[in-house]
């Protein structure tokens, strides 16, 4: 009954740092996304995939890379963080069959303070 | 999201009824959804309604859609303090994937 599992809950790091956002789902949904939530500005999508081996970007992708190697798996890559990059990160997950209503399944999130 | 767009704050006192509203921009939308944030966790989809109702009831939330104003509305009945917490519009369009959010609305309820 896990849902949509993210790791690191909290993670600090120093401009320049590079580090990976974990995030697993075991409901086997197609589609996976990451969406920064800042204050006063909602949530905003970063990259989203599809299927395994398939990703595309969302509106805020600059700075942050994805990879789809499996359906459970989506990590997001912050290569050299940036202070702007400072936010709460939420990996969701949807079905993506003929039924579909499009309801996206959200992990706790991941707090990254970027210093 | 700036296409979607919500008032910041609302408060309200227990046992009254809480509205909160939310106008979007694109008529293509398929779905719009409400969710629901409690203080350090994640979005849970509370409710949704298809792009051809005007309004779904579930227990103590009513929704309401005019299409012709882009303007989708959360009734909470008889809101009670557990209510109290980040309610977000979002809208699926024709053809996308994503959901676009607005930024949220948080409910205050006092007892």
């Known amino acids: 009954n896990a849902g949509v599992t993210q790791t690191p809950k909290f993670q600090v790091l120093k401009t320049g740092q590079s580090m990976t956002l974990q995030c697993a789902q075991d409901m086997n949904h197609e589609y996976m996304s990451w969406y920064r939530q800042d204050p006063g500005m909602g949530l905003r999508l970063i990259h989203y995939s599809v299927g395994a081996g398939i990703t595309d970007q969302g509106e805020v992708p600059n700075g942050y890379n994805v990879s789809r190697s499996t359906t459970e798996d989506f990590p997001l890559r912050l290569l050299s963080a940036a202070p702007s990059q400072t936010s709460v990160y939420f990996c969701?997950?949807?079905?993506?069959?003929?039924?579909?209503?499009?309801?996206?399944?959200f992990g706790e999130g991941s707090r990254l303070t970027v210093l | 999201g700036e296409d979607v767009e919500q008032s910041l704050f609302l408060s309200v006192r227990e046992g009254d009824s809480s509205v909160i509203n939310c106008t979007y921009t694109?008529?293509?939308?398929?779905?719009l959804y409400w969710y629901k944030q409690e203080p350090g966790a994640g979005l849970q989809l509370l409710t949704y309604i298809f792009s051809n109702m005007d309004m779904k009831q579930d227990q103590r939330l009513t929704v309401l859609l005019n299409k012709k104003d882009k303007h989708l509305s959360l009734r909470i009945a008889d809101t009670q303090t557990g209510d109290s917490a980040i309610y977000f519009c979002a809208e699926m369009r024709t053809g996308r994937r994503a959901l676009t959010f607005g930024s949220g609305t948080r409910l205050q309820v006092q007892p």
């Open positions: 969701a997950s949807s079905y993506q069959g003929a039924q579909n209503t499009g309801e996206l399944f």
């Open positions: 694109d008529s293509s939308s398929t779905y």
